[in-house]
């Protein structure tokens, strides 16, 4: 089953600009992690959040997490053509439940 | 680390075929699982592998579906007879701990006619 639930479904921005996706899930979590997938490729590790965490940096990501909300959000700030890609949340209790993504297009 | 690799990358097979998709986790990683991925009904969970045990086969779609781990360094999917509907990608990832992110190998692109 499909825990988590990613908003929006499709995203298109100008190069330079944030953006920002959301991951809503319904029961208790270990950690929640997101990934992104280049079309035609695996799934790439990007950030793993804690339950007890509530926010965390990597690069250019910043992931906040509100478990009292059920809810996640990633952000990608000053977007690059190469972000271009599908991102998934996955909550992770023994194993990882993802979503079905939010598509972000990065335009030149 | 060469990460996780999976063989075939691409597969077209006939309807009623067997088919054995292949997977080499990284090395010290414990935990062992196969999804699938298609565009109705996205990622799923199909087996997870825990130090070559299977823990939890429940996502697997059928008794078509089997999957074995006869060590640390070797997974195998087999569908047999295969049929159409299995047409997705398979994907097999690593993790080292249950704490830990999983790595994920390029996926086999099945193709059943």
Redesign the interface.
């Known amino acids: 089953s499909q825990q988590g639930e990613e908003d929006p479904q499709a995203l298109s921005i100008q190069e330079g600009e944030n953006a920002t996706m959301n991951c809503s899930y319904k029961t208790s979590i270990n950690n929640l992690q997101w990934y992104r997938q280049n079309s035609g490729r695996g799934l790439v590790h990007l950030i793993l959040i804690r339950s007890n965490e509530r926010e965390k940096h990597s690069g250019r990501l910043r992931v906040t997490l509100d478990t009292s909300k059920k809810s996640s959000s990633l952000l990608i700030t000053a977007s690059r053509a190469a972000d271009t890609a599908s991102y998934f949340c996955a909550t992770n209790d023994y194993k990882l439940s993802f979503g079905a993504g939010t598509t972000v297009t990065v335009r030149a | 680390d060469a990460g ?1 690799i999976q063989s075939p990358r691409h597969e077209v097979t006939e309807m009623g075929q067997e088919v054995t998709l292949r997977c080499k986790p990284i090395s010290g990683h414990d935990y062992l ?1 196969w999804y699938r991925q298609t565009m109705m009904r ?2 799923e ?1 199909l087996i ?1 592998f825990n130090n070559n045990v299977p ?2 086969d429940s996502g697997m779609p059928e008794d078509r579906f089997s999957a074995k781990m006869p060590n640390a360094s070797f997974s195998t999917l087999k569908i047999q007879p295969s049929e159409p509907r299995d047409s997705a990608v398979y ?1 097999c ?1 690593s993790r080292r701990t ?10 086999t692109r099945l193709t059943v006619v």
């Not at chain 2, 999983?102 to 996926?107: A, E, L, N, Q, V």
């Open positions: 996780v699982f996205g990622l969970l997870y823990i939890d994907f990832a249950q704490d830990s992110g999983y790595t994920f190998g390029s996926g």
